[in-house]
């Protein structure tokens, strides 16, 4: 990976477009591989706020389902007060 990132900074300098597609295709594979992993999207839910019987959040978790999802891509966008609201309208999509 390392060899990967230095040889895309010198990317620049090169001019065969051959190693320059090889050098980026081989980054992307690096990033796909650990992004996976670490994607926020992947920490599921429904096992600590969500209540399968009643299908609705436990409340009793207000404060950490906020934070948990401001901290994912799409809810970044929102303040706190401003999902509080929707969290009765909101359900989370069983796999």
């Known amino acids: 990976m390392i060899n ?9 300098l090169c001019e065969d477009r051959r190693k320059i597609l090889n050098a ?3 980054m992307l594979k ?3 591989m650990y992004s996976i992993q670490q ?3 992947c ?15 436990l409340s009793k978790f207000e404060p950490d389902i906020i934070e948990e999802l401001t901290s994912r891509s ?5 303040s706190p007060d401003d999902l509080r609201p ?6 989370v999509k069983q796999h």
């Open 4 to 12: 990967s990132a230095f040889g895309i900074l010198l990317l620049p």
């Open 24 to 26: 980026l295709e081989i």
């Open 30 to 32: 690096y990033m796909h």
């Open 39 to 41: 994607d926020p999207v």
């Open 43 to 57: 920490r599921p839910l429904t096992g600590t706020f969500w209540n399968h019987e009643d299908q609705s959040w």
């Open 74 to 78: 799409f809810f970044k966008r929102f």
């Open 86 to 91: 929707f969290l009765s309208k909101m359900k």
